[in-house]
């Protein structure tokens, strides 16, 4: 039996370990347009490139009104706002036309309201789409209706760009915690990405390692139109990541960037309010394939719950290479508390944090089989044309 705990643990700490090494070596890599080097005016060619922020929104009255006034605030020279009002059946088109006919709107912001969708897409990439067939700018961002900016934000994410020759950004958001639920599984998705994505591989045009984040997604309105604009996501339940997979595989200068509080979001209410909202997304992750589904929860299972289980159950040395894993995993924890409210000791909750996001992947696959689909925003879209539609 020792044996068997020998090669688990060792296979276990070779994966943690290697990966905080990798970590510790890229991470500060990874530039923080919060730092005073970046507050700048971005000025290219003698002028400001001028940004067109999209910002799509259904059934959103509840929290629509506070973003929106304040992306009229933003401390830059040349930009607008185009609001989508996406077949809301409550007053989030409303409140859109009162914010734009205010004062503080001064011209900035328009609003577009879809009344119906077209067969073959979905709610949310269809409203990018319409917008961004009307944008002027040079750069479109494509963010969410809940986001809360500062007003330096968008001028610091526009001078890294620009300095760096960047084609797609990615403004990591200061996430908004309000319970211990949240933190909890906030941290697992952060350790999770931290482990798969490799962040600081994205600007490496050598790797496979793409971005993409709902919140900041600053793209050339160049190479938003050289990929295929939204057409080519018409059906993509995971819009962001998968443009930002579009961008990457096309060959362009992908970035992301961390920026302290420049943009913030609270995700959900408490634990089980993030497993209800993650419901439609994950089974479209694993391509809405239940094979998957079952080898990544082996997977998962056993990359996150063994060093925990193995160092009770094995005996003398062989709890060494357990013991190796947990302390990576810890580091990785360390690390995220630099960037994040969660302190370090929440990784002794990293075992239940696990538990629910394997409920969360048999749920998501579960629920969309059983309805033959997804409902997302009161909208059933069928598993059909979500799989014809994957990238």
């Not at 910002?55 to 992306?71: F, G, K, M, S, Y």
């Not at 269809?126 to 009307?134: E, G």
Request: proline share 5%.
């Amino acid at each position: 039996m020792n044996l068997l705990h020998w090669i688990a643990g060792c296979i276990l700490a070779a994966a943690w370990f290697s990966r905080i090494v990798d970590a510790a070596l890229g991470m500060p890599r990874i530039a923080d347009v919060a730092r005073p080097e970046w507050d700048r005016r971005p000025v290219v060619e003698g002028r400001t490139p001028r940004v067109s922020i999209i910002v799509p929104a259904r059934n959103e009255e509840d929290t629509i009104e506070p973003p929106l006034r304040q992306l009229l605030g933003l401390d830059y020279d040349s930009y607008e706002v185009i609001a989508v009002n996406d077949r809301s059946t409550d007053r989030t088109g409303e409140i859109m036309n009162r914010v734009a006919a205010s004062p503080q709107a001064h011209g900035l912001l328009r609003v577009v309201h879809i009344l119906e969708l077209p067969a073959g897409w979905l709610g949310k990439t269809h409203a990018m789409w319409t917008a961004a067939k009307q944008a002027t700018g040079d750069w479109l961002l494509f963010t969410d209706a809940d986001v809360l900016f500062k007003p330096d934000a968008l001028r610091r994410a526009i001078a890294y760009a620009e300095a760096e020759l960047a084609d797609h950004v990615v403004l990591f958001p200061r996430m908004i915690m309000k319970r211990p639920g949240e933190r909890m599984m906030i941290a697992f998705f952060q350790t999770l990405f931290v482990f798969g994505h490799r962040p600081w591989k994205v600007a490496d045009p050598r790797t496979k390692d793409h971005i993409g984040v709902g919140a900041f997604n600053l793209i050339r309105r160049s190479v938003y139109d050289a990929i295929g604009t939204y057409q080519a996501l018409r059906m993509e339940v995971l819009d962001d990541m998968k443009m930002g997979k579009v961008i990457k595989n096309a060959g362009y200068a992908q970035r992301n960037v961390f920026g302290d509080n420049l943009i913030s979001i609270h995700w959900a209410s408490g634990a089980l309010g993030i497993v209800r909202n993650l419901t439609k997304n994950f089974f479209a992750v694993l391509s809405f394939q239940w094979l998957r589904v079952v080898i990544s929860c082996i997977g998962l299972a056993f990359l996150n719950l063994m060093p925990f289980l193995g160092i009770w159950l094995a005996h003398g040395w062989a709890r060494l290479p357990y013991a190796v894993a947990l302390f990576a995993m810890f580091l990785i924890y360390a690390g995220m508390s630099t960037k994040s409210s969660i302190p370090p000791y929440y990784i002794l909750l990293h075992p239940v944090s696990t538990t629910l996001f394997l409920y969360i992947l048999l749920r998501s696959m579960f629920v969309t089989l059983s309805r033959g689909g997804v409902v997302w925003r009161g909208t059933f879209y069928p598993l059909d044309e979500l799989r014809k539609g994957l990238v």
